[in-house]
């Protein structure tokens, strides 16, 4: 458990209060342009983006509407460099970053509030940090640094670092009221209320609450909950005190592969199982008890409840001299019900066939009927991941500003734990159609091949408590050498202990004794003994970047980098104890006018160390080895005419293994494209606001965006095929108090994969394969009331 002793005193650095203007909406004028203050990745209080030598990328709340994201992870689609797959649902995203090498989850992505991460490790199995924190009212912008001085803050992620900061009070009470619809019925309430609690003090409290079947509808509800946030500051002469609570209770269905037919890079629909709608989840499948006797909800699903409490607190020591302090606690649960396909789907007789035998029966379990051997059948588990996590991070930095000299030192902390009991597998099976039926199956040789529908009991089991901690202290310098050129470098030292007690699980176990009851053989059982866990190391971080205004409006930049991170609890678990590293050179061009913004970057980044981890055979299998990613991250804006501007964001990158072994070390996959990363990726956002009168408008938008050809798995054997989307929307201000949208999700119902079946590797098309779909075409419908 965390010592929470150490709460409010421990040490630490990051301080990120951002401000800046989206990306999509930078001010007209040069001059104003040049006053952007970016605060992401800086050691204090912030610099324009003109001078940051570093890539950035900044959503306001109004870009995030545009942007109408399915979920958290789904904003990060607009990051140059990132790849978002938000098909999985409210959670369970895989988010990728620059060609590091990942199996999934989002491992080289830190989420902050107010500056401080509120989950110290990126990321766990069934536990993506985006899982923690929603998108709503109460958000006021969104930042994003890659690469570049992101070793150094926070919790030294080399990687991607995502900040959001909350909206405050101000001088005068303001509110806002929003009511959302989709046309599948589900609904969505918004609400925010903001203002003076004195002089010197103001307030912000809002959230969101919301409930639905969701667009893959299981008939039942799947959606569910909400989140309210709150805040306070106060000024004072010297300083002042921001203290924030969000309250998170929000669950949504786990969408997981479902069957489709692969022909070459067409995709099509199996049976009535609609690519962008369909789920094998239904009524039947939905409560269960499972062969161990645990009792299982599929409407549980995939979410979070948790409590998250912080703070930010600046004071102007004097004489140039300046301490910033940055606390967050989180506390609570982010557990995963799920149904996971276990096969590819087959006629019965042939599943038979596969067990050895015929059929001698097959029947409903709801209902007994006769089912006929032609009927496509597939199995797939209830899974079970319950976690219980905790957090306490807080950051101290002191800093000293002197002339065109800024120097900061500092130190930070994190004290953060995780209890996890899985039961994976507990496989029954179903009829492969749209919210799939429970069938019973006895041989015709008179073995018993389902009890309630189950194939199979648990195949691996997770009884486990760990520990871990981070100490760690920095020092950056910054120094601004003339008024073109600026200078900055840095150093930092972390330290990383992890501990943990898991339970051993007896594999291959008949449960009763008779090998005729196929149902309960090869079954995973905790035993009742244990073994520990314990890692400890130390590494040092560092970069350097200078940065040179060519004109008020151009400037270019250089950086180097070297991060590290930490093998994870699973990492320790299964054995593996090789810490990443990264070493990573970019430069860019920033160029702001008034006809147009663009940001450029080229980078190369080296990997070593790393570990992706997929289950097969029902169990955790590590790859290990090294890559090299080289790429360039386009994004910017025109403004040709007045009301009308064009967004836009690329991606080239090529990114490749470099001394990775696969099958215990005896595969070598160098040369292989880095999995689930596409070559090229690219959105185009055009825009056109006609106005009428002062306060009434009407805004026309869509968005073009192209996802290229990846491979789901490390050896490259399973394709997923590039695609194209569009996504469109209007926006009414009736007048300055009320707005009606409207916002297209994959208008033309495209199919793209954005994963293919990790259990079931090789399957390359012309056949039937699992596979997991972008979501189909939707519409969103809302009205807000400002007051």
Known sequence: MLKRTYLLSSIALFALPMTAQAQEAPPADDAAANEEIVVTGTAGGGINRQDAAFAITSINSDAIDRAAPNSTADLFKVIPGVSAESSGGQNGANIFVRGYPSGGDAEFVTLTVQGVPFFSPPTLSFLENTQLIR????????????????????NGQPGLTVNFVQKEGGRDFEGLVKASVTDYGDLRGDALLSGPLGESTSFMVGGYY?????????????????????????????????VFARYLNDRGQWLLPIPVIRDGNKV????????????????????????????????DGRGAKLINLGTNIDYEIGDGLSLRYRASYLKGDADTTGLVPAGTATTANAYAASLG????????????????????VIRAGTWIVRKQIEDFTNDLAVEWESGNNKFTVGAYYSDFSSNDQWSLGNVRLLTAENNARVLNLVLANGQVATNNGFTQGSFFNVNAAYDGREYAFYAVDEFQITPELRFDAGLRYQNYKATGTLENNNFGVDTDGNPNTLYNNGTAVLNGTFRNIAYKKGAWSWTAGINYDVSSSVGVYARYNRGNTNPFFDNLRDGVFVSPRVDNFEGGVKLRTDLVSLYATLFHTKFKGLVTTVIQNGAPVADIGGARSTGIELEGQLRPIDNFAIAFSGTWLDAKYRDFFAGGGTIDLSGNRVQR??????????????????????????????????????????????????????????????????????????????????????QTGGEVVNARPILGRSFRFSAAYKF
């Open 677 to 762: 990363q596409p070559k090229w990726q690219w959105r185009v956002t055009p825009s056109y606001d006609i106005e009428f009168g002062e306060s009434s408008k009407v805004s026309l938008y869509s968005t073009f965006s192209y996802i290229g050809d990846r491979f789901s798995d490390t050896a490259n054997t399973q394709s997923l095929p590039h695609y194209f989307k569009i996504d469109a929307g209007v926006t009414v201000d009736v007048n300055d108090a009320l707005q009606f949208a409207v916002t297209a999700d994959n208008l033309t119902d495209k199919v793209g994969l954005t994963e293919g079946d990790p259990r079931a590797l090789g």
């Open 210 to 242: 919301s409930q639905g079947n969701g667009i893959r509808d299981p008939r039942f509800t799947a959606e569910k909950g909400g989140q309210i946030t709150a805040n306070i500051r106060h000024d004072f002469g010297k300083g002042s005190v921001l």
């Open 268 to 299: 099509r629909q199996f049976g009535n199982i609609d690519p962008g709608t369909g789920v094998l989840a239904g009524p039947e499948t939905r409560r269960s008890t499972l062969p161990d006797g645990t009792r299982a909800d599929l409407a």
């Open 135 to 154: 998108i709503d009212e109460t958000i006021d912008r969104v930042e994003a640094v890659r690469g570049g001085t992101g070793a150094l803050f926070g």
């Open 357 to 376: 035998s015929t059929i001698g029966s097959l029947t409903y379990v709801n209902g007994g009927q006769a089912v006929a051997g032609t009927q496509q």
